[in-house]
């Protein structure tokens, strides 16, 4: 079975720096997808970034890029010029490619970023 | 992309009742997903609901407890059934969508269910 961890259950940051978010994941498939979601305590999940795990380039959103690394299976989040909207529970998501009830997401536990003025 | 809402938006219930919470998508979707996040945690599955055919539920979670219902494309509801207080979470619905060669799932806003 697919696993998702996220070692960092609390994250801060001063507003216009640059933080990273870690997350490790263990699968014995080769194609899958990977997601970063951001829950504001509006409680409303939002996709941040989604990487498909046959693309080598690391998927940038704006601020928001990740680095992935499949044979360390490792997919942190970078978030530059941090904006105090960023504060939010930060999710980690595993996803096999194939759909079905096997398409539903696997999170890790979460991130809680706080962003200082 | 999907607006999805769901209703109530929040509860307080006493133990023992039912609670059934509603999740309407504005656009058809095969794939629905129901997940409870407890307090403080993360996002655990509950059952996947496709149209027309019975609700396949995860380890550790049973029709008579969660049922769910799919009339249509764009409508389902879970039900929290006989509720204890071990029942108080965040209830989310989500939607599967075809995203050019990918998939992608939204989320609804979420049901805070407290049992007291």
């Known amino acids: 079975a697919q696993t998702v961890t996220q070692s960092q259950p609390e994250m801060s940051v001063q507003e216009a720096e640059t933080v990273t978010l870690s997350c490790t994941y263990d699968t014995s498939e080769s194609d899958y997808y990977l997601f970063w979601y951001k829950q504001p305590p509006s409680r409303q999940m939002i996709l941040v970034i989604r990487q498909e795990a046959y693309k080598q380039q690391n998927a940038t959103e704006n601020r928001f890029s990740v680095n992935f690394q499949k044979a360390a299976k490792s997919f942190s989040l970078k978030i530059s010029d941090s904006q105090l909207g960023d504060a939010a529970m930060y999710f980690c998501?595993?996803?096999?490619?194939?759909?079905?009830?096997?398409?539903?997401?696997?999170f890790g536990k979460g991130t809680k970023l706080s962003v200082k003025p | 992309s999907a607006v999805i809402s769901q209703k109530p938006s929040r509860d307080i219930c006493q133990r023992g009742t039912s609670l059934t919470i509603q999740c309407q998508v504005d656009s058809q979707v095969t794939m629905m997903f129901w997940y409870r996040q407890q307090p403080g945690q993360s996002l655990t599955l509950i059952a996947t609901?496709?149209?027309?055919?019975?609700?396949?539920?995860e380890s550790g979670f049973v029709i008579d407890k969660f049922p769910i219902s799919r009339p249509n494309l764009t409508f389902s509801t879970l039900t929290v059934s006989n509720m204890s207080p071990e029942d108080s979470s965040i209830y989310l619905c989500?939607?599967?969508?075809?995203?050019?060669?990918?998939?992608?799932?939204?989320f609804g806003p979420g049901t805070r269910l407290t049992v007291l």
């Open positions: 998501a595993y996803r096999t490619r194939y759909g079905g009830s096997q398409g539903n997401l696997i």
């Open positions: 989500s939607v599967e969508v075809f995203s050019g060669r990918t998939n992608e799932q939204f």
């Open positions: 609901a496709n149209q027309g055919s019975e609700a396949t539920y």
